[in-house]
């Protein structure tokens, strides 16, 4: 227990959300206010247990029973998809908002990052603002000067210092309380997707920082973000949060491997979408990826070959034509991983029939573990026919793709090249 440094027990947290009644008007009348606090009043004196919930409100339960423990020195990744309650459990742990329910036991002082706009004064300058930040963490003015110079040069805002932060960009804010927030020593550093506001250049500046704090000051991070590559780069431990709960708790891959593979399991329609452009003389309606079987997958292996299925509607008056269709994949970061389409494999695909699929087949996927964006195009004589920007997600799980064991980390790089290694004398 000594080297326990978060402890929640059984923690919740639950709202009420308000909705405005059908044929109501936006405004009551007085008299309605008074009989509705009179009947709530009445209920509450013959059953004080029972509360009762106005008929236009609903109780909605953002963490339900989140019970783990984290140790000193421990670097975890708590991920999830939207909704699922991360940053609601951040700001428990920061003291932001009190749980309704359960416990948490914290030792040492905590600095968080959530939000961009939190834990400045808009009116203070940026000096002004170091100098708050360190006084509420407790640090006195002689700590606060020591680590001066560091948090300047690593926030890069120097020009800047003595303007109000509410001048800041978005960029410049996070860069400075990135940069205040792991300076200032504190036992406990709480980082949420707030980092995804700066640049590629800046964020990896970040991770370097947050992994230093945690392996040379034996500091501990709780840190919450969609890029699978990052948690996995930082992070020896991770939390896997689904609709307010803990699906699961242990090794960052496994916890990564969980998370991937609830993304797979999202509809794959997409003629819904509102994301599109083009004509819309073909439109795809869904996609599915399948072994070279036949086989549905939810989890694709580094290595797997693959076939990336798009099925699609036509109008017969724009019928045949011969178009150009590419997919374009990314990483979370919006980074270029590469981009394929029919004419550069020398392929012309005539589409003459109203309904059908466009079949994308990739052997012996090169990539590494991550969740990785799809964009697809549908383009004829120039112009777009039908594409959705980031359309669906290629959830990648580590495989053994050059057959030795050995499965590196995206933080490697976003493509695995096999080599023949010998030597010459």
């Known amino acids: 227990m000594s080297d326990t440094v978060i402890q ?3 923690l919740g947290k639950k709202y009420i959300i308000g909705h405005q009644q059908e044929g109501h008007h936006r405004y009551k009348a007085l008299r309605d206010v008074i009989a509705d606090g009179a009947r709530s009043l009445g209920t509450k004196i013959r059953n004080p247990r029972k509360a009762m919930a106005p008929k236009n409100q609903e109780e909605f339960w953002a963490l339900k029973d989140v ?10 990744g ?11 459990l951040l700001k428990v742990l920061s003291r932001i908002t009190e749980p309704t329910t359960g416990r948490v036991k914290l030792k040492g ?14 009116e203070l300058t940026g000096r002004e603002n170091i100098f708050l930040n360190g006084a509420i963490l407790g640090m006195s003015k002689v700590e606060i000067n020591r680590k001066f110079d560091e948090i300047v040069e690593f926030a890069e805002v120097s020009r800047f210092l003595d ?24 036992e406990i550093l709480v980082v949420d997707e707030v980092l995804a506001v700066g640049d590629a250049a800046f964020q990896k500046k970040c991770l370097g920082k947050m992994g ?18 990052s948690v996995e780069r930082l992070c020896q431990k ?3 949060l689904s609709r307010g709960s803990v699906d699961f708790i242990g090794k960052q891959s496994n916890a990564i491997a969980k ?17 599109r452009k083009g004509s819309g003389e073909i439109r795809i309606t869904s996609f599915e990826i399948r072994d070279l079987k036949g086989n549905h997958l939810d989890n694709i292996c580094s290595g797997d070959s693959i076939d990336i299925i798009l099925n699609y509607e036509a109008a017969p008056q724009a019928l045949p034509v011969e178009p150009i269709i590419s997919i374009a994949v990314r990483t979370q970061l919006e980074l270029p991983v590469f981009l394929q389409h029919n004419r550069l494999m020398g392929k012309e695909i005539k589409v003459s029939s109203t309904k059908g699929c466009i079949v994308c087949r990739i052997k012996n996927l090169p990539l590494p573990a991550d969740n990785y964006l799809v964009t697809y195009s549908i383009i004829s004589n120039g112009s777009y026919i039908d594409a959705i920007e980031n359309a669906f997600q290629l959830p990648v799980i580590g495989g053994d793709f050059f057959g030795s064991g050995e499965i590196p980390p995206i933080s490697h790089g976003v493509c695995l090249v096999s080599a023949d290694w010998r030597l010459e004398s």
């Open 8 to 10: 929640v027990e059984n």
């Open 67 to 76: 019970s783990f423990e984290v140790k000193r020195g421990e670097v975890v």
């Open 78 to 88: 708590i991920i999830g998809r939207n909704g699922a309650g991360k940053s609601t």
């Open 109 to 122: 002082r905590v600095a968080s990052l959530l939000e961009v706009g939190t834990g400045f004064h808009p």
């Open 163 to 186: 303007t109000p932060v509410k001048r800041y960009s978005s960029g410049m804010y996070v860069r400075l309380a990135f940069a205040v927030a792991a300076h200032l020593e504190p």
């Open 212 to 229: 230093d704090v945690a392996q040379q000051e034996g500091k501990t991070i709780l840190f919450v973000s969609h890029n699978m590559a």
């Open 238 to 240: 991770g939390i896997y």
């Open 259 to 275: 998370y991937l593979k609830s993304s797979s399991n999202e509809s794959n329609l997409l003629d819904q979408s509102l994301n």
